[in-house]
């Protein structure tokens, strides 16, 4: 007898289900083709010959209910336990009958004797099997068909996620109401009499309430599974199928765990109750529960737990609850998982003796259990991700323990004497330790990985006082302390050291000598420092696969070419300025970065050579930015690969996204699949450019971007996912003075952090089993989710593109937030799931803050992330933020800005005439700053300019009645409150270029004309730009006059103020230091000048569509006789303006001023 394992399809139930089949969509199809067919008895007149389509698919005879039709409903025979026999009275005829008291029979005529035979044979091999395990799981069944139980061999049954309900409710969903009700699918009857002898049954991801009481005649049935239903206590029925050793309950909906229930089943021995919310345990007149051996309640809502109840408990789950205190039994615990609480107090009792594995990382204790020291057995301890601030020293003369993770506590010290010990695994990274035990590494014999980095180590400890050593050391990481160039020498001690790690320390040299004593090294990761060279030597490292040097100031290319195994060398973020290569390659070469070396020139011949290699980086020239986009960001990113040297990540920069005034990025994480990441990085700023075609809405876009490239995943996407973040600055191009927005959206485990004033502000969300909501959802629809964590042991993420075939589970429907960006925020991050696993956002923030250049900084994360265990690919990008106050509205804020980190000088407003629209441009890229403007108009036009300001009276201001002026209330710096009689003081300048004058002093005036300024070359005249946006509800109603002027140059500032036009804010250059030696005064006074020299040069695009200058350095240039005319009408002006003083005196000077424009 064959047993064998059948897979039911949906399209091999239709018979149950009642869906239509297509004979081109099943792969299972062995023979197929249109046949004479007859059911039922042949001698019977009413059962007559139809042309019909025959299939033989799986273990199924399937026939078609339409006459000589290939798709449609579809009749399935089950072949197995059934007979294929010949009918002689018919030529090339076969009957096909099923097994069962309801057997059903077809009859199938052949139009020769090849086709009779072909199915002869195979159908004979089909009905001769009989079947032991029968796998109907994801098949939407709302009950079974009865021809599943007719083989007397079932012994396995799979009924995974399907719609099962032993007594479905009234309130059940029209949907499934619509379909036959089966409140009676598990009850026995003699049609099921063959089910006794089943031994496994499956019912995950149904919605069961309750087990018929049929069950207990199942005495052979030793293993049901229960979990992810509806159940909201223990079945009583499972007390009587004493077979039974493990009670499978996870995902359901208990709330209270009933010790007494447990207590009438001495059979269980392992209680899996994961993933439900237990809040209590409930133990009246409950003694011990001594046939309990395993306890899993991982993923629940306990406080507390005293499970001392179970006396002979050996292994015990409970991590992710809420657990501030916890009592075991040790008489036989060998492990024991608690990490993720909030233990302040654990307590053994007795001693564990058997102990072997204990985590309790991620918790809040504050020192080891002494009973720790005293477990004989122990070989695993995590305490890591605590607030220990000292390990005892028995810990370390422990004989069994082989690895102790104390990383991530408070620890100052380690204990100073250490003897006999046998640790082969130390992790004390990020902790507070100034020193190592001097005699750490003369008594670790054993010790193979050692891993100090983030603390303030200035010196490491000897490991050998001769010339002969014991030590095996083979992975050191000290990446991230104080390390200096005495510390070298004691590497030699270490001679089978694989992997060093000693980035971001204070290295300025490392000894020839010293590195070829290291010929076992195979990695090095030495960035961050200041070394000049990497030694010749690095040549005796015959087996270096990967050299890491990034941010030094390496001058001369290494040596490195020469390893035959050489496969990854990064240079970047120094200063090299040439490559000397060998004639050939290294074979084994994938990966060259020489990107962050700006004087780095590297001729044609190199460049054909270095291409070669599958990842060569180098930067590319650049071309300039003549579209006038603002420098409001500037990127770096990097990526590398893990363990197995395979790149599954990838990242998206595109800086003039779409126009110059929006950027997008992005990064990309597939896990272990390359396929993916590639696909979301060639094809999201394409569907994101679309949809913003289709809505401005940030969330709709960013929703819409996603759930489309889940669909152009195509077949890549049916097995295979990835994470993704994607970042979008943009500018409302309708509102030119208005505020950038950055808006993230995210899917997966990839995030994205933004600093602001120094702190980190997450932007994105990590969907996985720990949210409530999210594991709410997941059971609604019934996924499995299984003990590491995972959607049917797939992914651990619930939102993550591709991955279809766990829809409706999983989801790619992304997080989105929106932000403002002001002057406050210095740089955002994105990053890969393995860049968060190793580093918190704290410590990425903090530790790039004060990194100038974007490149280095994403390269210095990616390299911390490394040294701190990082075994996955990573990829980071840093976008380095310049937000002026020009570009930040705070109107929404009611007008109050965020406080300023003190870095940028204070800011007012430019004001603007009225001018066509098609001539108002965009800010220059090349500051951000809209005070720093250079004007280009003629002489001609300067001239008129000048004289038409000095003439023109100003209108009459007209208050409106109907809207009440506020001169109090705080507005925005774009958007500030117009008064008749105000203005906020902005700073600009337009220069005059002149061989005449000197320091503003012609050769018959003794003193100066107030308002010029010159400097041997150039005259400089104070202007005064405004501009205001045009605002639903106007404070001011102000006459105005069609006019074609664009710029106004004055030297009178009192005169009442003019309509604006349009506002923008700039950086004010109050106190500082001229490029010609002038210095504007600090102080409230009307003669403050912006120098054109410290502006940017116009730009097309920019705020200003003067006619250009054949030389864009000849501005302003005035012949000598037209200098005369300028300053008598400033003079004359300036006079005007003292005159309306004296008509119009004031007690004091405000803090805002009208303008003549």
């Given amino acids: ?107 199938i005529c052949f139009d020769n004797f090849t086709e009779y035979l072909r199915w002869l044979r195979q159908a004979s091999k089909v009905a001769s099997q009989r079947i032991s395990s029968v796998d109907l799981s994801c098949c939407s069944l709302e009950h079974l068909p009865a021809n599943l139980f007719y083989s007397q061999d079932l012994t396995h049954l799979n009924l995974k996620q399907n719609f099962l309900r032993l007594n479905p409710s009234p309130s059940t969903s029209r949907a499934l109401s619509e379909l036959q009700r089966i409140s009676d699918i598990l009850k026995l009857t003699p049609l099921y009499e063959p089910i006794v002898h089943l031994q496994t049954f499956l019912l995950d991801g149904n919605f069961l309430q309750s087990l018929p009481d049929e069950l207990e005649h199942m005495h052979q049935l030793s293993y049901v599974s229960l979990s992810f239903n509806d159940f909201t206590d223990i079945p009583g029925v499972l007390e009587k199928l004493t077979a039974m050793d493990k009670l499978c309950m996870s995902g359901n909906c208990m709330d209270t765990l009933n010790l007494q229930v447990l207590k009438r089943m001495p059979h269980i021995k392992h209680v899996d109750l994961r993933l439900n919310s237990i809040r209590r345990l409930e133990a009246d007149e409950v003694d011990f529960l001594h046939h ?51 233990l302040v107090h654990l307590d053994v009792y007795p001693v564990p003796n058997c102990l072997a594995y204990m985590d309790i990382s991620r918790n809040h204790l504050e020192n080891v259990p002494e009973w720790v020291c005293d477990s004989r057995k122990l070989e695993v301890l995590d305490v ?112 089978h050291l694989k992997i060093l790690h000693m980035a971001y320390n204070r290295l300025q040299s490392f000894p020839a000598s010293k590195m070829a004593k290291l010929e076992e090294l195979e990695e090095i990761d ?173 969330e709709e ?87 590491d964590g995972k959607v049917n042991g797939v992914t651990d993420s619930t939102r993550i593109l591709g991955y279809t075939f766990l829809h409706p589970s999983v989801v790619p429907r992304p997080h989105v937030q929106s932000i403002t960006l002001t002057p406050q925020d210095e740089f955002f991050i994105l990053g890969s799931k393995g860049l968060w696993d190793s580093l918190s956002m704290d ?35 840093v976008v380095q933020l310049t937000v002026t106050e020009d570009s930040f509205c705070c109107c929404e804020l009611n007008g109050v800005p965020p406080p300023s980190p003190g870095i940028f000088p204070q800011s007012v407003n430019v004001i603007i005439k009225d001018r066509p629209t098609d001539a108002l441009g965009m800010p220059s890229s090349s500051s951000g700053m809209a005070s720093e403007i250079s004007s280009e108009i003629s002489t001609s036009e300067m001239s008129s300019e000048v004289g038409s300001t000095a003439s023109d009276e100003p209108p009459q201001v007209v208050m409106n009645e109907n809207s009440p002026a506020y001169p109090g209330e705080q507005r925005c710096i774009l958007h500030p409150v117009c008064l008749s009689n105000s203005f906020q003081r902005q700073l600009s300048s337009a220069t005059f270029s002149s061989a005449f004058s000197d320091n503003g002093l012609d050769s018959d ?65 109050i106190g500082r230091r001229r490029g010609n030696g002038s210095v504007a005064p600090q102080e409230r006074s009307h003669n403050l000048i912006e120098v054109a020299t410290d502006a940017p040069l116009r730009k097309t695009g920019g705020y200003f569509a003067a006619p250009a200058q054949p030389d864009p350095d000849d501005q302003f240039i005035i012949p000598p006789e037209l200098e005369e005319e300028v300053k008598e009408i400033m003079k004359k002006h300036q006079e005007q303006q003292q005159q309306q003083q004296r008509q119009y005196p004031v007690d004091h000077l405000a803090d805002y001023y009208d303008t003549p424009l």
């Fill in 1 to 107: 007898m064959l047993a064998c394992e059948i897979s039911y399809f949906c399209n091999d139930l239709l018979k149950v289900v009642g869906k239509p089949h297509s004979i081109g969509s099943s792969e299972r199809i062995q023979l197929s083709g249109m046949y004479n067919v007859r059911k039922g008895k042949i001698h019977l007149p009413v059962n007559r010959w139809t042309r019909r389509q025959a299939i033989l698919c799986g273990t199924c005879l399937i026939v078609s209910s339409v006459k000589e039709s290939q798709t449609g409903k579809m009749h399935v025979l089950p072949l197995i336990g059934g007979k294929v026999e010949e009918v002689k009275k018919h030529q090339h005829c076969l009957a096909f009958s099923s097994s069962g008291p309801q057997s059903q029979t077809y009859y």
């Fill in 292 to 342: 309990v051996t395993q306890l899993d309640l991982r993923d629940n809502k306990l406080g507390e737990l005293d499970a001392t109840v179970f006396n002979n408990v050996e292994v015990l789950h409970c991590e992710r609850n809420q657990l501030v205190t916890l009592k075991i039994s040790g008489y036989f615990l060998k492990a024991l998982y608690a990490s993720s609480n909030e």
């Fill in 384 to 495: 890591g991700h605590n607030q220990i601030r000292e390990l005892p020293a028995r810990l370390f003369y422990n004989s069994s323990l082989r690895k102790l993770l104390a990383g991530h506590n408070m620890l100052g010290r380690l204990p100073d004497r250490l003897e006999r010990m046998q640790v082969e695994v130390l992790d004390v990274q990020h902790n507070q330790l100034l020193e190592l035990p001097s005699n750490l590494l003369l008594k670790a014999d054993s010790l193979r990985f050692l891993n100090a980095s983030a603390n303030k180590l200035e010196m490491l400890p000897p490991a050998t006082l001769s010339e002969e050593t014991h030590s095996i050391l083979q992975e050191l990481y000290l990446t991230n302390n104080n390390l200096t160039d005495k510390c070298v020498p004691l590497l030699t001690g270490h001679p």
């Fill in 526 to 698: 030495i960035s961050g420092n200041k070394l000049k060279a990497i030694p010749t030597t690095i040549m005796n490292c015959r087996r270096m696969h990967t050299v890491i040097a990034h941010s030094n100031c390496i001058e001369v290319f290494p040596e490195i070419m020469q390893l035959s195994e050489i496969k990854c060398v990064d240079l970047s973020c120094n200063e090299l300025s040439e490559v000397t290569l060998p004639e050939n390659l290294p074979p084994k070469l994938q990966e060259l970065d020489l990107t962050g070396n700006p004087r780095l020139a590297l001729d044609h011949k190199t460049l054909e050579l270095l291409n070669n290699i599958r990842c060569f980086k180098i930067d590319q020239p650049s071309a300039g930015d003549a579209s006038g986009a603002p420098a409001v960001w500037s990127h770096g990113y990097t990526e590398a690969s893990g363990i197995k040297n395979k790149l599954c990540v990838a990242a998206l920069s595109a800086n003039n996204f779409c126009d110059n005034r929006e950027a997008l990025y992005g990064v990309f994480d597939g896990d272990r699949n390359v396929e993916v990441p590639y696909l979301l990085q060639c094809t999201m700023s394409d569907i994101l450019a679309e949809e913003l075609q289709k809505t401005k809405n940030e």
């Fill in 701 to 787: 876009y960013m929703i819409n971007t996603f759930i489309v490239m889940q669909r152009k995943l195509g077949t890549a996407g049916q097995k295979l996912g990835g994470s993704a973040v994607l970042c979008h600055i943009k500018h409302d191009p309708m509102d030119p003075g208005g505020c950038f927005t950055l808006t993230s959206a995210n899917v997966g485990k990839c995030q994205t952090v933004l600093c602001r004033n120094g702190k980190p502000l997450p932007l994105s969300r990590c969907y996985v089993m720990s949210c409530e909501e999210e594991l709410k959802r997941i059971k609604q629809h019934k996924a499995i989710i299984t003990e």
């Fill in 843 to 877: 410590e990425a923030v903090e530790a790039v803050r004060n990194v100038p250049d974007a490149l280095a900084a994403a390269k210095k994360l990616c390299t911390l992330a490394q040294s701190y265990g990082c075994n996955d690919s990573i990829s980071a990008v």
């Fill in 1005 to 1069: 005036d003794e003193e100066p004309i107030q308002g010029v300024f010159t400097n041997g070359s150039r005259v400089e005249v104070e202007v005064d730009i405004h501009c205001s946006r045009a605002k639903e509800k106007q404070l001011l109603q102000v006459p105005v006059e069609a006019s074609d002027e664009g710029i106004v140059v004055s030297a009178n500032e009192d005169e009442p103020g003019l309509p604006r036009k349009a506002e923008y804010s700039a950086t004010g250059t």
